[in-house]
């Protein structure tokens, strides 16, 4: 069975004496770190080992001179086997384990990966050789190996999920030693040779019970329903065992089905059974971290759920979890589908980027990664976990089990009476996705996704809408497209410098990176951006306003440096955006239905880096509801017609301000603007009238009658970094002055929350 040990083990082979080779074992090492003792080894010869291994004598010497480190396995086991016949003779040591052995008289390093993989490449970071390590993240933490993606390995986990079993990673310079193969390294080269180590079927249930033997306090994890049910009847006829070491996921507040199974199983066996809180919330949460710990994209999300469960398990105290991941595939068991069944599928190839699709020499789709891929994975996942949290996780199931294919009979045989017997998922992965779906989207629309080699954003999205709307169901593909993403964010883009915490800028200070003063046609001006909390649909936004600018003007007279410049005139300007989202004129992009007209227009729009615009199919398609499709169409041809002369902007002049006014989805705005594409506000002109007339009421009722006075006008606006207008007025001024005024977007273009300037004349 895979006895899964916190070790690892990292080295080099072939550097040079010194300070290079020295840096790369230490920082091999370090990225180590977390898989248990801090022993470091630097052997003499032309190999350094950085030896992580939780194990004790990780380390030996053979008779024969011959240094082994291993991780899974007593060393000295492989530096007998390897004396007495070589290479070939190790595939007769029960697996899973790996080792690398420094052969002296052949000026050889032997890596081995019997049962467990390894994996390897060519250094970097100015130091000749070969660096090896458990797990390729290792590689690339410790600044040794490029971290650039291997395209087509990411294309074929996003098809298919597999890959377990090829010698790609997901990084293009490290490559795997697959299981049952050793590679030899010499002055020659390197040569990979078969070991034969092929693990023998095993009996599931008889390998629990011997990890449950050799632990000192296990526990075990109730899940996909019939396996862990079955673990947890087995374990409970081991003696001694706490009858609080039982330990299920609760997938609530969206689905308590999972805790009603663990219940009657609980009752069945007489045994109190831990919910751990493991959903949609906490995979948020937790899925950055996840990835870091596994160095890889994964799957299957029942490995979360693995790895939330055995955190907890660690923290209450346990030293080893008993975990049915791998039953499904290995018992060949099925779960039975619930729910309708959707109108169609997605076809995986059509979301990916023009030549990175993947088939087979046929021109099909890549099949779907078999049960032996998924069976290496949950090995690999486990392992992992179990390193970074410091306990063993056994998975007696995720090997070939002697009875697959029975429908899992011997299971169904370890359950007492009572215990329900049916197979679950391992996460509600659709209920998670959906839960999740403004943050997903969000993703989606970031920039660091459009700028993948690997995804058609736009068929994303669409295809990702219609799972929404229930027309797919095809959630495992889309949380491997997310997955994905995440993981490349984690390991392939820059991390930004640290910087301190953003400060609430003052109620009389500009945003950052913007001033308070500007001058206009000779005058010089401030405008002071007010600070609000975030508007939502229904909102009374007259009250709301009026408030904010009555708590402004007590600052003011509070302060007293700004108050006499008061006794002239001053304005209040107001983003369309709260008006619009007031109104209830701003939708989710999940709601909008785009045209084909809409999707068809949206291709031909310039994208810019200050906004969306009607670059999307979303907004396009609420243009087309605001201004006709007619005109919409009218306005292409004239702009099309202008760009070819050289005159550009008659587009908007043809369609209108409203159109113009439409804003979509930023990565950098805030929630809800992320993932909602607006209209304009309705009836603007209307909007600043009632504004002013209620404004100068509040400040007469508060006895402030001067400065209501000389309250000028109150302006809707519509303001970026790229262009101002004016969208409703009720001011003494032209709309040409306030457009002007904002000349530099004092607002600001993310997440400043400032929606709201007063703006008074100061010479």
């Known amino acids: 069975m895979a006895d899964h040990q916190p070790g690892g083990i990292a080295g080099y082979y072939g550097a040079p004496h010194g300070a290079g080779r020295e840096a790369a074992l230490t920082a091999l090492g370090s990225a180590l770190a977390h898989r248990g003792g801090a022993e470091e080894r630097h052997e003499r010869g032309r190999i350094g080992l950085a030896v992580r291994a939780g194990a004790p004598g990780a380390s030996f010497t053979g008779r024969d001179g011959t240094v082994v480190v291993a991780a899974g396995i ?45 994996y390897y490449a060519p250094a970097a970071a100015g130091v000749d050789g ?3 390590a458990s797990e390729p993240a290792a590689l690339v933490e410790a600044g040794l190996v490029s971290s650039a993606p291997d395209t087509e390995r990411v294309v074929e986990f996003v098809l298919t999920g597999g890959g377990e079993d090829g010698e790609a990673t997901f990084f293009a310079g490290i490559r795997r030693l697959p299981v049952g193969q050793a590679l030899v390294v010499d002055s020659s ?70 805790d009603l199974y663990s219940g009657a199983v609980g009752a069945a066996l007489g045994v109190t059974v831990h919910s751990v809180r493991v959903n949609a919330d906490t995979l948020a949460a937790d899925l950055p971290e996840f990835l870091r710990v596994q160095g890889e994209p994964v799957a299957d999300l029942g490995e979360y759920v693995q790895y939330a469960v055995a955190k907890t398990a660690k923290e209450g105290g346990a030293d ?115 839960r999740l779906k403004n943050r997903i989207y969000g993703t989606f629309l970031a920039e660091s996704f459009v700028n993948r080699p690997w995804f058609h954003q736009q068929n994303v999205l669409v295809a990702f809408e219609d799972f929404i709307k229930g027309r797919n169901h095809d959630a495992d593909l889309f949380w491997r497209i997310w997955c ?81 410049a008061f006794n002239g005139p001053w304005y209040l300007l107001v983003s369309e955006k709260i008006i619009a989202i007031s109104q209830g004129r701003s939708y989710f992009i999940w ?72 804003d979509g989805p930023t990565e950098y705005s805030v929630y809800p603007a992320n993932v909602s594409a607006k209209l304009a506000p309705a009836h603007p002109d209307r909007v600043s009238a009632k504004l ?22 109150v302006v809707v606006i519509d303001a970026n970094d790229i262009g101002r207008n004016v969208l409703g007025s009720d001011a003494d001024r032209p709309e040409e002055f306030f457009e002007n005024l904002f000349g530099d977007n004092p607002l600001g273009q993310g997440s400043e929350q400032t929606p709201l300037a007063v703006a008074v004349r100061v010479g």
């Open 484 to 564: 994905v993403e995440i993981w490349a964010q984690e390991f392939l883009d820059p991390k930004p410098e640290e910087k301190e915490p953003v400060r609430i800028k003052g109620p009389l200070e500009a945003n950052a990176n913007k001033q308070l003063e500007i001058t206009v046609d000779g005058e010089r001006w401030l405008r002071f951006p007010i600070r609000t909390d975030l508007f939502t649909s229904g909102d009374d936004y007259t009250r709301r306003i009026t408030s904010y600018v009555a708590e402004f003007v007590n600052h003011v007279r509070a302060d007293g440096t700004y108050l006499s």
């Open 692 to 713: 002013k007339a209620t404004i100068v009421a509040s400040l007469t009722d508060a006895g402030l009658p001067q400065l209501a006075q000389t309250l000028a006008g």
């Open 130 to 132: 070969l660096a090896f």
């Open 189 to 258: 080269g390197a040569v990979a040779r078969s070991i034969d180590a092929v693990t023998p079927p095993v009996d599931g249930l008889a390998a629990a019970r011997r990890a449950l033997a050799g632990s000192q306090r296990p526990a075990v994890r109730l899940g996909l329903g019939l396996p862990g049910a079955a673990l947890a009847a087995t374990a409970k006829n081991t003696p001694d065992l706490p009858a609080s070491a039982f330990f299920s996921s609760s997938f609530a507040p969206m689905d308590t089905t999972e």
């Open 320 to 434: 080893a979890l008993l975990d049915p991941v791998g039953a499904i595939a290995a018992y060949g068991l099925t779960v039975e589908a619930t729910g309708k069944k959707a109108r169609r599928e997605v076809a995986p190839t059509t979301l990916l980027a023009t030549g990175s699709a993947s088939t087979t020499p046929d021109g099909t789709p890549s099949p779907a990664a078999s049960g032996a891929a998924r069976l290496a994975e949950a090995r690999r996942s486990a392992d992992r976990s179990a390193a970074r949290l410091g306990i063993r996780i056994h998975t007696p199931f995720a090997n070939p089990v002697a009875d697959a294919g029975q429908g899992g009979a011997s299971l169904r045989a370890a359950l007492p009476s009572g215990a329900p017997g049916d197979v679950r998922n391992s996460a509600p992965v659709r209920d998670w996705l959906l």
């Open 591 to 662: 709601d909008i239905e785009p045209s084909w007209w809409a999707r068809t227009l949206a291709k031909f729009v310039v994208k810019t880096p200050y906004g969306i615009g009607l670059g999307s199919p979303w907004t396009m398609e609420l243009a087309i509801r605001e201004a006709g499709l007619p005109r919409i169409l009218f306005a292409a041809g004239i702009s099309a017609a202008g760009k070819a002369v050289g005159k550009r902007g008659l587009f908007y002049q043809v369609a209108g301000h409203s159109v113009r006014a439409i």
């Open 74 to 118: 007593d060393p000295a086991a492989v530096a007998d086997r390897y004396a007495a016949g070589g290479v070939e003779l190790l595939a007769t040591l029960p697996t899973p384990w790996t080792a690398a052995l420094l052969d002296p008289a052949r000026e050889a390093l032997v890596l081995v990966a019997a049962g467990a993989p390894l």
